[in-house]
């Protein structure tokens, strides 16, 4: 199996807008533009909202019949690791190794020295088409390189292989990530990640390192946007150069973690993949939830009552709901309206204040955020969320396509 050249990671909480997501890379497809839709849910998402792999599959698959989508389309199974891999295996056919636990790990001194040796010929000064400078490293920083990575690849290469015994070779796509970590990664820890990758013989046809800046979920990116803009060229030159130096898969491409609403690096990422021509797989998690609620805002009544239950229940148990979330959110509470001042909001408002505007001056950044997390609130509402999101379909699914086509794809693949 062979991941296009672009893929757009359309995770859905509730498995209820596969039709929307699509229609906005149906409207790509009839500007020229082909990206492969990739539906991915992690273990934590179906554990907290009580879904099943099996679920993400049928929802892929009746959108896929509904809108006669004639392209490839994948099931991920986001963010596995080895111990909850098996319940994946059948439904998806795109696998996440999340192997950023084992970064740092420690590994036997014999490993570390025949990676060493293997790639001693890199130690030096190395020259990577498309970077416009020298990279240069001695022995020691290899050696610390393989200290701090190694574990985290063979712990991918143990992954893969249980995958492949089970579902046979080439019939699923293997992506590998590291993004989960304090550390942005260098590009030249890029580079020995990937040579490391192939001495491990996995045919990754993505990888998702951490870059410099904070990617918090559901909001802009946090940091330097000219240091990022250059670590993502040099990131592409290495994975260009990597694919020819190590054999790896010929479209092994970079992927975006927590990819939504990054819209003050869309302009920059444009630019690098016309000018290295490369591909990318860009992944936008909790997005459609938040368009979920947007559009029940929006439709007033029942769906406006819905909404500002969800926001209210999630302002007394924020705790609970960013703990796991704790490293990609930054909520400043002082800045939350009070459940009392939102109840007399209209659906206007509230959309306002939700919705990722940074024009409008009702945008509220921290509301945004706490409500990103607050979707185990709709989960335990049950049937009455689930039948608002019937009732006012079309109103949500407008929202779901405009964001992701409006907002997403077109700074991001036309611009
Ligand atoms: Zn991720």
Redesign the pocket.
Known sequence: MILEKYSFGIGDRFGRQAKAQLAALIKAKQQGLEITPVWNKSYREHTIIGTKPADTRKEADQAVAACGWDGPYFVDA??IALMNVDQFIEASDFF?L?VADFIGRPVAESDIARFVKKHSKYIGTLEIAGIGRRLKFGREQVEAIATKFLSAVMQAGKIYRHIRRARGADNFIIEV?M??TDQPQTPVELFFVLSAIADEGIPAQTI?PKFAGRFNKGVDYVGDVTRFAKQFEADLAVVSFAIKEFGLPRNLKLSI??GSDKFSIYGPINKALKKFDAGLHL?T?GTTWLEELTGLAMAGGDGLDIAKKVYAKAISRIDELASPYATVIDIDRAKLPAPADVDKWDGLKFASALRHDQSSRDYNPNFRQLLHIAYKIAAEMGQRYLKALAKYEVIIAQNVTENIYERHIRPIFIA
Do not use: P
Request: overall charge negative; cysteine-free; glycine content about 0%.
């Open positions: 986001d963010h996440t999340d990530s993004d989960e998702a973690h927590s992944k998690a």
